[in-house]
């Protein structure tokens, strides 16, 4: 069946480093990925999508993007902030018909803590 | 727009008492409803989907007849863990989806901490 398979954390970055969380993923068709964030204590919020290959993602200044041949996703920011201090899922699903979402399917997440 | 809220934020019971949580789609109607439970260090496990006015589907695994939900309206969605023991203790996360193109996606409610003693 579909699966997500993302880098296992904690990941610990001084503020202003370079992120780069690994995500990749098993699909029997063409799924929509996304990149979910959950701040301490609170729920998740979508944070980027793309919703087919070669489509890239973007918010916050984190980015990426759809690669079918490597059936990849990685979440990528330039300069991370305390403030991004987050746990990061990665996910799949396929758009039902009539368009809304189908049933998510999550990576195990990946816990992010940066210092100043 | 589509905010989800969950209530309690956060609660504690004895083994063997049942507790309800409830789900509300704040600003949109949500056709349907989703539970998640996450366990410390672990992704969400999507214990059930229920649509509006119909019986909730559970995935493999999980008791029916332990994690009552119940889908009455638009807007409100609960789950019921009954005769609760220790190992229920999880965080419990409700999303809803609505039929409107805006809410086609999952919005995720803040969860719902169970501690049971």
């Known amino acids: 069946g579909d699966s997500v398979t993302q880098m296992e954390g904690p990941v610990t970055l001084s503020e202003e480093a370079c992120l780069t969380i690994?995500?990749?993923?098993?699909?029997?068709?063409?799924?929509?990925l996304f990149w979910y964030v959950q701040y301490p204590g609170e729920g998740l919020q979508l944070l980027l999508k793309?919703?087919?290959?070669?489509d890239k993602g973007s918010n916050k200044g984190f980015e990426a993007t759809y690669r079918k041949e490597t059936t990849s996703f990685h979440l990528e920011k330039g300069s991370v902030q305390v403030s991004d201090s987050a746990v990061y899922f990665c996910?799949?699903?396929?758009?039902?018909?009539?368009?809304?979402?189908?049933?998510?399917?999550f990576g195990k997440g990946t816990k992010l803590s940066v210092k100043p | 727009g589509a905010v989800v809220s969950q209530h309690p934020s956060w609660v504690i019971c004895k083994s063997g008492t049942s507790v309800k949580i409830e789900c509300r789609s704040l600003?949109?109607?949500?056709?349907?409803m989703f539970w998640y439970r996450q366990f410390p260090k672990q992704s969400l496990m999507l214990m059930a989907t229920?649509?509006?006015?119909?019986?909730?589907?559970?995935e493999q695994g999980v008791e029916k007849d332990k994690f009552l939900i119940n889908h009455a309206s638009l807007t409100l969605s609960t789950l019921t863990v009954t005769s609760a023991h220790p190992e229920d203790s999880s965080f419990y996360i409700c999303?809803?989806?609505?039929?409107?193109?805006?809410?086609?996606?999952?919005?995720f409610g803040p969860g719902t901490r169970l501690t049971v003693t």
């Open positions: 999303s809803a989806r609505g039929i409107s193109r805006i809410t086609y996606e999952q919005y």
């Open positions: 690994n995500c990749t993923y098993t699909a029997t068709g063409y799924p929509s």
């Open positions: 793309a919703t087919k290959a070669d």
């Open positions: 996910a799949l699903s396929y758009m039902n018909y009539g368009g809304s979402q189908g049933n998510l399917i």
């Open positions: 600003d949109f109607q949500a056709t349907t």
């Open positions: 229920s649509n509006e006015g119909s019986k909730a589907t559970y």
